[in-house]
Nanobody
Framework: QAQLVESGGGLVQPGGSLRLSCVASGTIFSIYAMGWYRQAPGKQRELVATIISGGGTNYADSVKGRFTISRDNGAKTVYLQMNSLKPEDTAVYYC????????????WGQGTQVTVSS
């Protein structure tokens, strides 16, 4: 059984920064893509950023230039550095990973709240 655990959410003023972390644990043979998604109240879950095992990244247009995704393969951890935060970034942020455990599966974290407000 594998799981993802996020940390680092909270309340921040507009223009501020936060860093999210997500650690994978359990019986994991390999981690392919890892990423972050978010869901604001009344909206569908949307992709924020993804990173593959080789380091290639992809970002939503709304966060390009402000957010940076990175990963530590040895620590089975993915990070999301969020700078210049805006009120519209307020959402629950979910970690995602496609991992080879007992088969190839998609895993989701429990979510962490990010609130950008003055």
């Amino acid at each position: 059984q594998a799981q993802l655990v996020e940390s680092g959410g909270g309340l921040v003023q507009p223009g501020g920064s936060l860093r999210l972390s997500c650690v994978a644990s359990g019986t994991i043979f390999s981690i392919y893509a890892m990423g972050w998604y978010r869901q604001a109240p009344g909206k569908q879950r949307e992709l924020v950023a993804t990173i593959i095992s080789g380091g290639g990244t992809n970002y939503a247009d709304s966060v390009k230039g402000r957010f940076t995704i990175s990963r530590d393969n040895g620590a089975k951890t993915v990070y999301l550095q969020m700078n210049s935060l805006k009120p519209e970034d307020t959402a629950v942020y979910y970690c995602h990973a496609r991992m080879a455990t007992l088969g190839l599966h998609d895993y989701w974290g429990q979510g962490t709240q990010v609130t950008v407000s003055s």
